[in-house]
């Protein structure tokens, strides 16, 4: 009981210095919903699909959870950022030295990541709505959808935490989200991969977001419902994602800070 | 029991040996300050104490308590305060030490901020976020985190460090006030004048071995003596003259001549047999300066061979 409240109370602490955060506010939220707006008002009705021109709403129906997973991408990066500035600090060092359980220290960093980007993804998700998205899903499908992310989330918010462990200073901290960002963008998460050139579409059909985001697609729009091959596919990515970079978190953390 | 006893500690990172075979130990309720330069192993071995890292080889007691076998329990009766602060500057004092008691799990928690706020002048900005705060009130607030839970060890790990010299004096009475109040403080810090000050005890800590330790007044009586004559001007000349055909060793400084506390009897004999006018003659005081430059340099001949 101690524990749960020690680690309520330091995942309290991250989450309001996100939301207090000017900076954290304006990368995570606003500058996803600025992309969001770019994308689908200026670029979308321009896209050609094998099927002709796009229209800004078949466009929006078709990149909203690819950009819902974008802006959990972006988020990725603050979790860098926090966990690297408490290891830089001291901060990390002043609370092992109090009767805590070790767990709880690194497990409030992740704990709030994934409460944070799922809190910026329900952001986006709602300006989505309020520029006519619509759900078209069962209830099953829409929370598998958000336990979709939270997984997506989680397995994110363990790969960060190496880098920012291991990082000089919050900069180059953050610099793995780039990668997380290249990945979803040479992906099926902002426009189909069939137009793209031939080897940029081989990878960016076999690379783990393609299928991640047409699974998240298909939980939001039965219409755009995915195979079952293809969500387990997913589902592999997602699990394995998460166990790897659980037991890497864990190995890094271990050998810094408790066997140092 | 003791506070703190450590014996023969040794701590490398890869091939750098930073801590040689430290034996120190400290007494509950007193002021322990190790005295070091940077780089000499201070941080490393308050890091050992206070449960952050493990020592190579030697044994380490806290109030009692190997602090790897019965870590939470030392954890409860300590607190470190590090060199770097670690404060959220987007919050207020006050949510910063909120924080601090939720995870020490305080009752009452307000009350106790209160309490500590009051004895450590800081009702006045306590609600103020801390980016708005001076360095002296960071350092002030950052030592407060360190005393909720009325922990019964503190490690201040260089709390002056960047401090102004009024909150300094301020600071180093809160120390005393600690010690007052029975607690045991073990002390870093690179300022002379502030172990001198402030010290039960001082360890010199020297490319990772302590080379010198006892009380500010055992240090300086334990170094070599010298004594120094003064001498009529126009009298110098003799005065070397006389010294040098003597056989003895002496350094001279305008008209003073400083010898060994072994031949000072003989020089003095000597100038006034010789005629010399002796103005003034006495004991050299040593100060921790002089020693600390003394044994960092023997620290230094010493690794060199």
């Known amino acids: ?260 | 029991m003791q506070a703190i006893e450590v014996h023969n500690v040794q701590k490398s990172f890869g091939k750098l040996a930073v801590l040689k075979g430290v034996t120190l130990s400290a007494d509950r309720g007193e002021i322990f300050t190790l005295l070091g330069e940077n780089g000499a192993g201070k941080s490393t071995l308050i890091n050992i104490l206070a449960t952050l890292s493990r020592a190579d080889a030697g044994t380490v007691r806290i109030l009692g308590l190997d602090p790897q076998s019965k870590g939470k329990q030392v954890r409860e009766q300590i607190s470190l305060n590090a060199q770097s602060m670690t404060l959220d500057e987007e919050f207020s004092g006050a949510d910063n030490l909120r924080l601090i008691a939720q995870l020490r799990g305080i009752p009452n928690a307000n009350a106790a901020i209160d309490n500590l706020a009051q004895r450590l002048g800081m009702t006045t900005f306590l609600q103020r976020k801390v980016k708005t705060y001076s360095g002296g009130m960071k350092r002030r607030l950052d030592i407060a985190m360190s005393l909720l839970g009325d922990p019964e060890l503190i490690f201040l790990d260089e709390p002056t460090t960047g401090v102004d010299p009024k909150n300094r004096l301020e600071l180093w009475q809160i120390i005393r006030e600690l010690r007052d109040a029975g607690k045991t403080v073990f002390l870093t810090t690179q300022y002379l004048d502030e172990a001198d000050a402030l010290s039960d005890h001082i360890a010199f800590i020297a490319g990772g071995r302590i080379v010198k330790v006892g009380t500010p007044a055992q240090i300086k009586q334990r170094v070599r003596e010298t004594y120094t004559a003064s001498v009529a001007p126009v009298q110098v000349a003799d005065a070397v003259q006389s010294l040098t055909a003597a056989g003895l060793d002496f350094a001279q400084h305008d008209t003073r001549f400083t010898f060994d506390h072994t031949v000072a009897a003989r020089g003095l004999q000597t100038l006034l047999n010789s005629n010399v006018e002796v103005t003034a003659y006495q004991r050299d005081e040593a100060d921790l300066e002089s020693i600390f430059l003394s044994v960092t340099d023997q620290e230094a001949h010493h690794d060199v061979a």
């Not at chain 1, 220290?105 to 992740?110: E, K, M």
């Not at chain 1, 499908?141 to 989330?153: Q, V």
């Not at chain 1, 290249?182 to 690379?207: E, W, Y």
Request: glycine fraction near 6%.
């Open chain 1, 1 to 260: 009981m101690t524990s749960l409240k020690q680690l309520f109370a330091l995942t309290r602490r991250i989450v309001r210095q996100n939301l207090t955060n000017a900076d954290t506010i304006i990368t995570v939220i606003a500058m996803p919903v600025f992309m969001l707006l770019f994308f689908v008002y200026i670029l979308g009705g321009n896209i050609a699909t094998a099927s002709g021109a796009m229209s800004t709403s078949a466009y929006l129906r078709y990149s909203l959870p690819g950009f819902l997973l974008l802006t959990m991408a972006m988020g990725s990066a603050y979790t860098s950022l926090r966990i690297n500035t408490d290891q830089t600090t001291g901060f990390l060092s002043r609370l092992h030295s109090l009767p805590i359980r070790r767990w709880v220290i690194l497990g409030s960093h992740v704990l709030a990541s994934v409460i944070f980007m799922l809190l910026a993804e329900l952001c986006v998700f709602l300006v989505g709505i309020a520029m006519g998205y619509r759900v078209h899903a069962t209830f099953g499908a829409f929370m598998g959808f958000w336990g979709l992310s939270l997984l997506f989330g989680l397995a994110i918010t363990l790969l960060a935490v190496p880098f920012s462990l291991k990082a000089d200073n919050y900069a180059s901290a953050g610099s793995f989200s780039y990668i997380l960002l290249m990945l979803l963008f040479v992906s099926s998460a902002l426009m189909p991969t069939a137009g793209m050139a031939k080897l940029v579409r081989i990878f960016a059909n076999h690379q783990p977001m393609t299928p991640i985001v047409n699974t998240a697609r298909g939980l939001l729009n039965s219409a755009a419902a995915v195979s079952t091959h293809t969500a387990i596919i997913a589902a592999v990515w997602l699990v394995a994602g998460t166990i790897v970079f659980g037991v890497l978190s864990q190995v890094v953390y271990t050998r810094m800070y408790l066997r140092k």
